[in-house]
């Protein structure tokens, strides 16, 4: 794919990013590393791409109690204050924190409620008409649960913002690319006839959080209103797109939602420490271009970040996908002066290396059972 090729329209944009985001750490060695944030917006702003007349970086601002009351429980809340400040909780292993995962951290309770507060911030400035799409590059923590931390996420930040959208009298679709399965935003909604969860990753089979399934599709007034599209470790770009392509645009259309909220994770790339797939940037990007023409046909586009642990395919994949929303050509080669983590001098990757065709075959199959699955189960429940 040549970059240049992508469809853009332009459209008023929002950044939102403030460098406390990327100042906090859960520890040297976890793969979780916020200084990503830092890389992306520097390399969108090198490229131009936060420049251009109708894009503008809005700064967040810090999720309050109440924001925070929309999903998680009151003692989670304070457990989180508590730890956060130093402080002793003598079930913090029920809460989900300790030594893996979610570490604590002195001010991690700050970081969180940034980044929560920037999505709502994104949403906001959406539904008022502000913005036609807003992007938090921090958000998209789409783990955690009312009272537990989860896969590093401690505040469900797209569950916040579609709970204060639902509550405005609006039906949302959130489209999750992550490596993941999107389990706390599913959880969320999961008998909700408001809101579609549509997440493609890899199988919980192979990868944390263990669900995804497609069977898991909703109960009571939202049975068929949650999509699971699990594919197999190292699904590459062309099986991954015909996924994509017969799954998404159908449901989305059907749904007819007054704003499109996405995940966009990029630990689905290739080089990536800690998932299987094997997506390049470029795949990536055509992914969200694909979501953004989805975005354009109800007007409203809310998008957050998500999982993505190779610092080098973060720092392009969001950057490229910022440019997309803006409506911005993508150029070959990384700007001169820009100085960011080691990686490939240009937005898109070189070439992986192919698999034998054998192993994509399996891959292949595995892509297809999912999508006549999910085409069996759940689309007769919407007209298709």
């Given at each position: 794919?040549?970059?240049?090729?992508?469809?853009?329209?332009?459209?008023?944009?929002?950044?939102?990013?403030?460098?406390?985001?990327?100042?906090?750490?859960?520890?040297?060695?976890?793969?979780?590393?916020?200084?990503?944030?830092?890389?992306?917006?520097?390399?969108?702003?090198?490229?131009?791409?936060?420049?251009?007349?109708?894009?503008?970086?809005?700064?967040?601002?810090?999720?309050?109690?109440?924001?925070?009351?929309?999903?998680?429980?009151?003692?989670?809340?304070?457990?989180?204050?508590?730890?956060?400040?130093?402080?002793?909780?003598?079930?913090?292993?029920?809460?989900?924190?300790?030594?893996?995962?979610?570490?604590?951290?002195?001010?991690?309770?700050?970081?969180?409620?940034?980044?929560?507060?920037?999505?709502?911030?994104?949403?906001?400035?959406?539904?008022?008409?502000?913005?036609?799409?807003?992007?938090?590059?921090?958000?998209?923590?789409?783990?955690?649960?009312?009272?537990?931390?989860?896969?590093?996420?401690?505040?469900?930040?797209?569950?916040?913002?579609?709970?204060?959208?639902?509550?405005?009298?609006?039906?949302?679709?959130?489209?999750?690319?992550?490596?993941?399965?999107?389990?706390?935003?599913?959880?969320?909604?999961?008998?909700?006839?408001?809101?579609?969860?549509?997440?493609?990753?890899?199988?919980?089979?192979?990868?944390?959080?263990?669900?995804?399934?497609?069977?898991?599709?909703?109960?009571?007034?939202?049975?068929?209103?949650?999509?699971?599209?699990?594919?197999?470790?190292?699904?590459?770009?062309?099986?991954?797109?015909?996924?994509?392509?017969?799954?998404?645009?159908?449901?989305?259309?059907?749904?007819?939602?007054?704003?499109?909220?996405?995940?966009?994770?990029?630990?689905?790339?290739?080089?990536?420490?800690?998932?299987?797939?094997?997506?390049?940037?470029?795949?990536?990007?055509?992914?969200?271009?694909?979501?953004?023409?989805?975005?354009?046909?109800?007007?409203?586009?809310?998008?957050?970040?998500?999982?993505?642990?190779?610092?080098?395919?973060?720092?392009?994949?969001?950057?490229?996908?910022?440019?997309?929303?803006?409506?911005?050509?993508?150029?070959?080669q990384l700007p001169a002066g820009y100085r960011g983590p080691d990686g490939p001098g240009t937005f898109a990757d070189p070439p992986d290396e192919l698999l034998d065709e054998d192993i994509r075959a399996q891959i292949r199959a595995f892509a297809d059972y999912s999508v006549q699955e999910v085409k069996r189960r759940i689309f007769p429940k919407h007209g298709l």
């Amino acid at each position: 794919m040549i970059l240049k090729d992508l469809p853009g329209k332009s459209r008023r944009a929002a950044y939102i990013y403030t460098s406390t985001m990327s100042g906090h750490s859960y520890g040297e060695s976890h793969p979780m590393k916020p200084i990503r944030l830092r890389y992306a917006f520097e390399l969108a702003k090198a490229a131009g791409f936060l420049s251009v007349s109708e894009s503008h970086v809005v700064e967040p601002r810090a999720a309050t109690d109440e924001d925070l009351r929309l999903f998680h429980e009151a003692d989670y809340i304070s457990a989180v204050k508590a730890l956060s400040g130093g402080l002793s909780v003598p079930d913090e292993f029920a809460y989900g924190f300790g030594p893996g995962d979610n570490p604590v951290y002195p001010g991690m309770f700050e970081a969180h409620a940034l980044a929560a507060g920037g999505t709502m911030v994104a949403a906001e400035l959406v539904r008022k008409g502000q913005v036609d799409v807003a992007f938090n590059p921090a958000g998209g923590l789409h783990h955690a649960l009312p009272r537990r931390a989860s896969g590093f996420c401690i505040f469900n930040d797209p569950v916040l913002a579609i709970k204060r959208l639902v509550d405005k009298g609006m039906r949302v679709v959130y489209v999750d690319i992550d490596c993941h399965h999107g389990d706390g935003v599913q959880y969320a909604f999961y008998d909700s006839p408001r809101v579609m969860t549509i997440s493609l990753h890899e199988s919980g089979r192979f990868l944390f959080p263990g669900t995804g399934d497609v069977s898991e599709s909703g109960v009571g007034d939202g049975a068929g209103c949650s999509v699971n599209v699990p594919l197999a470790p190292y699904t590459d770009d062309e099986i991954y797109a015909r996924a994509f392509d017969e799954i998404v645009p159908p449901l989305v259309r059907a749904f007819k939602p007054d704003l499109l909220f996405t995940q966009l994770g990029i630990d689905t790339h290739y080089g990536d420490p800690i998932t299987h797939l094997r997506l390049t940037t470029q795949g990536f990007a055509t992914t969200v271009s694909k979501l953004a023409t989805l975005a354009d046909e109800c007007g409203r586009w809310v998008a957050a970040g998500g999982g993505g642990y190779d610092l080098s395919a973060v720092a392009r994949g969001w950057s490229m996908a910022y440019a997309i929303m803006c409506g911005v050509e993508i150029p070959e080669q990384l700007p001169a002066g820009y100085r960011g983590p080691d990686g490939p001098g240009t937005f898109a990757d070189p070439p992986d290396e192919l698999l034998d065709e054998d192993i994509r075959a399996q891959i292949r199959a595995f892509a297809d059972y999912s999508v006549q699955e999910v085409k069996r189960r759940i689309f007769p429940k919407h007209g298709l």
